[in-house]
């Protein structure tokens, strides 16, 4: 029987995506927060412009989230001229000069990138321990960054990264934002099947489960390559719809989120975004392609189109 082009592809790919992390992922991970480059080039140091609590000053920086600044002073990582402090809401005084791991604060350029994350890799160690981290991925120098969002062990594909807080919470915010699916399934999805899951399904204790397009890419002897546009993020609900019409998913991989596509980028790699793509995310067309027009109201716009 003649194995499928997408199942080899993505066996290559995976293999391709552990190689990558064995060379960057060498050391055991840290659960404290990152810790600031020294190999960056030099730039003047940030000092605030007002007296601030010394976690805000850490994140006006752009140093991360309340969170990180929050444990990053808790550590004793950071100090406040010559005095360590540890407390994360003690006043500064404008102008202050303040070091984070005995570098001086700089003004942290915010970046944007677009991430293929492969199969086995988590984005906190609490959804793996022992599993690769998506941080051991990126770049070191570049401080504070986070995904906007997460994609479990099992699922591979498009995550969106920065250090920008604010973008994030849009980006995670964006309710109706549209998630874009590749998934591969055992079995021949019957065109009876596909209308039902374009018409919704109710699972018990998750609500109805209605993609806002599906179609069939291609059909093998015993398995089947979907496309499932998700309004939101519906990723568990997707997995336990099609265990309750009794096909195993063998595959899923997050093709597109909102106007950024993963495109030919291979396992492991990481892309700057292009401006009109960071723009797509900023209210109130959040996550909509540059120039798309709104979708009718449930989508039904989007039905129509439904491989056979």
Not at 31 to 48: D, E, V
Not at 220 to 242: F, I, K, P, V
Not at 270 to 278: C, D, F, I, Q, T
Request: proline content about 8%; hydrophobic content about 40%; some cysteine.
């Amino acid at each position: 029987m003649a194995k499928s082009p997408d199942k080899t592809a993505d066996k290559t790919a995976d293999k391709t995506a552990d190689k990558t992390a064995d060379r960057t992922a060498d050391k055991s991970p840290d659960k404290s927060p990152p810790r600031a480059s020294r190999g960056a080039p030099a730039r003047q140091p940030w000092r605030p412009d007002r007296p601030m609590g010394l976690s805000r000053a850490l994140m006006k920086a752009g140093y991360g989230t309340r969170r990180w600044a929050d444990a990053a002073v808790s550590a004793g990582r950071v100090r406040v001229g010559a005095d360590v402090v540890t407390d994360p809401r003690r006043m500064i005084a404008a102008d202050a000069a303040v070091f984070l791991d005995d570098a001086p604060l700089i003004k942290v350029e915010r970046v944007y990138y677009a991430f293929h994350k492969p199969l086995r890799v988590v984005c906190r160690q609490e959804d793996g321990p022992g599993r690769r981290l998506v941080e051991d991925f990126l770049p070191d120098e570049v401080i504070g960054l986070r995904t906007a969002g997460r994609l479990d062990a099992r699922t591979s594909g498009l995550l969106l990264i920065s250090n920008d807080g604010a973008w994030i919470t849009r980006v995670t915010g964006a309710a109706g934002c549209e998630h874009e699916y590749k998934v591969q399934v055992e079995g021949e999805v019957s065109d009876l099947q596909l209308t039902v899951i374009d018409a919704g399904i109710v699972l018990p204790g998750l609500g109805t489960f209605r993609p806002v397009a599906v179609k069939v890419l291609s059909r093998e002897r015993d398995r089947t390559m979907l496309s499932l546009t998700l309004r939101g993020g519906q990723a568990r609900q997707m997995r336990r719809m099609l265990a309750t019409l009794r096909h195993k998913v063998l595959m899923v991989r997050r093709e597109r989120l909102g106007g950024v596509s993963l495109g030919d980028l291979a396992p492991g790699g990481l892309r700057p975004l292009s401006p009109p793509e960071v723009a797509a995310f900023a209210a109130p067309a959040l996550g909509r392609p540059p120039g798309a027009t709104p979708a009718p109201a449930g989508g039904a716009g989007h039905r129509g189109a439904r491989g056979r």
